[in-house]
């Protein structure tokens, strides 16, 4: 195929693979990681490290840009995902030029569509997640990096410092890689170190304080037991049969530590025929798999896995790519190898949907199944009670915010448990309770949405309405019940209130508490009011909490809203029922 020809054809599939990210970024539901990230960061405004509430999903790009956007377009998931949709057409350019240096058509055509529609890396790109824009962001340095060790532009270098930056600050996975790259540059700049004054300087301001910080943070993460998602079986063991699982289709151990190690044992048996480019890459490969084993060997950090392990796909497929290249003016047979790398394209093709991801199908509450609870909710007197597993509660809170804010809480307590209106199961690993049928299910089969054959039989018990000042208030009493009143049985708290306040978000909090004679907690419930929505003057709130049953008689029941921010607030119109459930 002629240069043109190739050009137009990646052009063409690059342009539809856009198009399909960016379809998917408007209408894959809300996973459960993107909505915390919302909820917690975006809608409070306070994502800046140290200054925010710590946890791995924070990633610093992705929220602060996600900040932006939210405050620019509003919450859709195509506003939130817009950026990472972006970085997908960055990732498609360098994915061609990176592929630009390969010899022979068939490698380089064949590299380029593996790069480009690698299956489980490309759902990143349509996610409120940093792992596509980091990819994106690493191939920029990678081919950059590899220009640079050839011509020493310095043009080359600060893109590869800052393709770095920006990688390592949408995910911090990357740091063993960073630093790598780092060393590799200061020994080749130091070589020459008279004349390459103006660059150490870009290292020391683009490289190392920026490394510097994103490890500092890194560590107190750590330190914190926040950095816990990952293996310890190792990267032949873990790392490399779960990016095996989900790239190519397949865990097996043997199978998939034979296939990621063919790049890496390939390049090193020609190492003297590779160019420059493809030692260095060797090389910066190496160092990560080593700063891994060095890391789990010696502190017991776990080693990456799937979603954290794939930065090095790309890096794998240049590698591989490089070594049939080389490996082909000896061996005809090589560049038919590459015919191999169509199966990623193959897989990508075959699983095309615009409902759900595939690693979390699971969390694709759909639009049909948020119609059915409204539906319902319309014709109830009482906000809902939902039941759903501990991975549902921020995407719906997400959805009922898009929904107006009209659906309750779900209830994640004894998941999967009978004393709800509608129970959100994923049938596949849970079975539900008895007394239920189906209203509404998620087109991939997974997520389903059940009602109960008779309803929910409750009394009132309680009904007491008031208003509240408005001013400081970090503690307000909506129902402490003598605890021996409760008999032993389920209730629900319904609280109902009209919020007046100046902070946008108002950063209120239901807690239900219950604890023992000895003062130890039985149950603790907790939801943000401000997840549902902030529009205060146009939607009063409403929600119901479930007081389930205890073994153990408790000493003492409060259900309070909580000020953690000390905001200024009033209420007024504040209703609370008690409803005890009664037997079917």
């Not at 960016?22 to 909505?35: G, Q, Y």
């Not at 790398?341 to 990508?348: A, E, K, S």
């Not at 939902?386 to 719906?396: A, D, T």
């Not at 003598?482 to 108002?506: F, K, R, Y």
Request: aromatic share 12%.
């Amino acid at each position: 195929m002629s240069a043109r020809g190739e050009r137009t054809l990646f052009a063409a599939v690059a342009l539809l693979t856009f198009v399909y990210v960016a379809i998917r970024a408007a209408l894959v539901p809300l996973t459960h990681d993107e909505a915390a990230t919302f909820q917690t960061y975006v809608l409070t405004g306070r994502y800046l490290p140290y200054l925010a509430h710590w946890d791995a999903g924070n990633h610093l790009l992705i929220t602060a840009i996600g900040r932006g956007c939210y405050q620019l377009f509003g919450a859709a998931p195509l506003s939130l995902r817009a950026f990472n949709v972006l970085c997908f057409a960055l990732y498609a350019w360098y994915a061609w030029r990176a592929t630009r240096v390969f010899h022979d058509g068939l490698i380089r055509m064949a590299t380029a569509a593996a790069l480009l529609l690698c299956p489980f890396l490309l759902d990143f790109f349509s996610l409120f997640r940093g792992y596509g824009a980091s990819l994106a962001f690493l191939l920029l340095a990678v081919f950059h990096g590899l220009r640079w060790s050839e011509m020493q532009r310095r043009a080359d270098l600060v893109l590869l410092l800052i393709g770095l930056l920006l990688a390592g600050m949408a995910s911090l996975t990357l740091l063993i890689l960073w630093s790598g790259a780092l060393a590799v540059i200061l020994i080749m700049l130091l070589r020459h170190a008279r004349s390459h004054i103006p660059e150490l300087a870009c290292w020391v301001l683009l490289g190392l304080l920026p490394l510097a910080f994103a490890a500092t943070y890194s560590h107190e993460l750590s330190a914190r037991g926040l950095l816990y998602y990952g293996t310890p079986d190792g990267l032949l063991r873990g790392t490399f049969p779960s990016l095996s699982e989900w790239v190519l289709g397949s865990g097996a151990h043997w199978a998939a530590g034979l296939l990621w190690l063919i790049p890496i044992l390939l390049t090193a048996a020609l190492w003297q025929h590779l160019p420059k480019a493809a030692r260095i890459l060797l090389l910066l490969v190496l160092a990560e798999l080593t700063g891994r084993v060095v890391l789990g060997r010696l502190f017991g950090v776990l080693y990456p896995m799937d979603r954290t392990a794939m930065h090095l796909v790309p890096l794998l497929l240049l590698l591989l790519a490089y070594g049939l290249d080389s490996f082909r003016s000896r061996y005809a047979i090589a560049r038919w190898a590459a015919l191999l790398l169509v199966w990623l394209p193959w897989r990508t093709l075959a699983g095309l949907n615009v409902s759900h991801t595939r690693f979390w199908p699971e969390q694709a509450i759909t639009e049909d199944i948020y119609r059915a609870a409204l539906e319902r909710q319309a014709n109830s007197p009482r906000p809902l009670l939902v039941g759903g597993y501990r991975q549902n509660p921020r995407s719906w809170a997400y959805g009922s915010m898009r929904h107006g804010g009209t659906l309750n809480f779900i209830d994640d307590t004894g998941f999967p448990q009978p004393t709800c209106d509608l129970l959100l199961i994923d049938s596949v690993f849970f079975k539900s309770p008895a007394g239920f049928h189906e209203i509404a299910t998620a087109p991939n089969g997974r997520v389903a949405l059940l009602e109960r054959d008779r309803p929910l039989r409750t009394a009132v018990r309680s009904d007491s309405s008031w208003r509240v000042a408005q001013r400081v208030h970090e503690f307000v009493g909506l129902w402490s019940p003598n605890a021996d009143s409760l008999h032993g049985n389920e209730w629900l708290v319904e609280i109902q209130a009209h919020m007046t306040s100046t902070a946008q978000p108002l950063e209120l909090r239901v807690v239900l508490e219950v604890k023992d004679a000895d003062g130890e907690l039985l149950h603790y419930d907790v939801v943000d009011l401000e997840d549902l929505g902030a529009d205060w003057a146009r939607r009063p709130t409403h929600v119901l909490r479930r007081l389930p049953r205890f073994a153990t008689p408790p000493a003492r029941v409060a259900c309070y809203w909580w000020n953690p921010r000390l905001q200024t607030y009033g209420a007024d119109h504040v209703r609370v029922r008690v409803h005890e459930v009664l037997p079917d």
